[in-house]
């Protein structure tokens, strides 16, 4: 990285709620429909149609805007903001410009030092999307473009930072904290690759102690955590060059190409539309009371930093265990229906962030759908605690319970895997071993204690994982210490 310029980010993220209909009508939001098959007069853009607000979007609005610590205005106007491309049918799209629904909020991320930060939110506004061009590239297909219209209308956030980002991680972290609160809250499904969560990357540089800011580009639609640091470190690298020549950054948008991991110019501040914004007149302006803010607010999910302070203090886990588990918030629920049904929590958060996760990676499949419920674990785990079964055992009666969904009572009664704690067997494979082994045995007693690895060992082995093996332990020395 230069050390002579210090660099400077802020992000547009664009949001993609999770209502089953789009933010002005009726029509259906749902991801892969055959085109144009989601579609009515309204999101079409035809003459005489008029625009009605989705109150589940502005629900959504406000939880996101609460959950970043924004105040949320009581009174909000959509605008118009005209442009012209074929994908937006009505030569306008419906926007929130000057009085946005959220202001001032601001997002606590960790530095790379483990320090904390506090990145500002400038505004949050809600805004439609618009249509996908598709272009074949088939020569069968020919010279054509076509439009898909099922995105548009499709209720966006814009969530709007301060430039308030030192560097490509810094970048990234907020961007992961945020996609992380947004899917917590359920207002958006994550899936980046789909473009549910997209980010427009503002990056500039000055030197050291110099007050204003450098002039900005804005790389548009970075579709990745990789791709966002890749473009930052890129772009931040092409504008030092271009001062150190002599040159002068130009305030323009730039394209990220993911195949070269480079930015290029897509157009100028000249080129720059005058989006013409005036308040849309087919919209009455957003009214939010402060009852139905407080409404939203008891209705609030716990959100990922205050579900760790609770896991550290009411199950005692280690900070570590309490970040990994509240990542997720499905994982975390797991880890607590397990727990509720009995598992003692430090085992169980290790076999949640152990072969839990291991297992489902395997398959991939998400937690909701792993066929060892938090019940069956707890049961398990039960029977570790009780002596029933060694640990060793219990993976074989996980991988058992994974493949077959029985009950951990009934894999060990029918494999017979109990453990064997009865110290007369255990002590009659012990006499076999060591008689089987005598070489091993006298240097043992010569005082060569690394063979007692050995025989420990060959006892477990010899009882196919089932003796305890503390006691194996015991009886070993107690024996060859004869
Ligand atoms: P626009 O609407 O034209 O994109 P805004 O003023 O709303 O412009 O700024 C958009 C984003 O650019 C914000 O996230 C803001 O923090 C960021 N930004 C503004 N100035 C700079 C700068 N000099 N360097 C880096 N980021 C900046
Ligand atoms: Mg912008
Ligand atoms: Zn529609």
């Keep these: 990285m230069n050390s002579k310029y210090e660099i400077v980010i802020g992000l547009e993220v664009h949001v993609q709620l999770t209502t089953a209909s789009k933010i002005f009508c009726g029509c259906s939001t749902r991801f892969g429909a055959s085109p144009n098959s989601q579609t009515c007069p309204v999101c079409l853009g035809l003459p005489g149609a008029l625009p009605v607000l989705n109150r589940r979007a502005v629900e959504m609005a406000i939880m ?111 961007l992961k904290k ?51 640091k890749q473009a ?18 130009v305030q323009e948008t730039r394209l990220f190409d993911p195949n070269t991991g480079m930015t290029r110019s897509m157009r100028g501040k000249e080129e720059a539309h005058d989006y013409r914004y005036f308040p849309d007149p087919d919209l009455v302006p957003l009214v939010i009371s402060p009852e139905w803010v407080e409404q939203v607010r008891l209705g609030l999910p716990e959100l990922p930093e205050a579900k760790i302070e609770r896991f550290v203090g009411e199950y005692a886990l280690p900070r570590y265990d309490a970040e990994v588990l509240s990542a997720d918030r499905a994982l975390a629920d797991y880890f607590e229906a397990a727990v509720a049904a009995g ?92 008689a089987a082994n005598p070489g091993q045995v006298e240097e043992y007693r010569s005082g060569k204690e690394k063979v007692f690895g050995f025989f420990v060992g060959q006892v477990m082995k010899a009882s196919k994982g089932k003796a305890n093996p503390a006691a194996v332990n015991e009886l070993l020395k107690k024996k060859l210490n004869m």
């Design 178 to 228: 945020l996609h992380q609160i947004v899917v917590y809250l359920g207002v958006c499904d994550g899936n980046m690759e789909e473009g549910s969560f997209r980010c427009d990357a503002n990056v500039s540089i000055r030197p050291w102690g110099q007050k204003e800011f450098g002039t900005r580009a804005e790389i548009k639609n970075v579709n990745s955590f990789r791709f966002v």
């Design 232 to 249: 930052i470190d890129y772009e931040v690298e092409r504008q030092a060059e271009l001062i150190e020549e002599g040159g002068k950054v």
């Design 343 to 434: 598992a003692n929590p430090k085992a169980g958060s290790n076999w949640v962030m152990g072969e839990v996760t291991r297992a489902l990676n395997a398959e991939g499949i998400d937690i909701e759908r792993s066929p060892v419920s938090p019940q069956m674990l707890a049961g398990m785990l039960r029977r570790i605690d009780d002596g029933t079964i060694s640990g060793k055992i219990a993976k074989t009666v996980f991988d058992e319970m994974w493949k077959s969904g029985k009950e951990a009572d009934a894999i060990i009664e029918e494999k017979g895997l109990k453990q064997v704690t009865d110290t007369g067997a255990i002590e009659a494979v012990i006499d076999e071993i060591l």
């Design 64 to 174: 996101a805007g609460l959950a970043t610590r924004c105040t949320i205005a009581e009174r909000s106007v959509f605008a118009r903001k005209n442009y012209f491309y074929p994908d937006l049918p009505k030569g306008y799209q419906i926007s929130q410009f000057e009085l946005p629904v959220c202001v001032h909020g601001r997002l606590e991320i960790e530095t790379e030092g483990g320090g904390k930060k506090s990145v500002g939110i400038t505004r949050i506004h809600m805004e439609e999307d618009a249509g996908k061009l598709l272009h074949p590239d088939s020569p069968a297909a020919g010279s054509v473009s076509y439009v898909d219209l099922n995105r548009a209308c499709t209720p966006l956030l814009e969530v709007v930072s301060e430039p308030d980002m030192r560097s490509s991680d810094e970048a990234v972290a907020y």
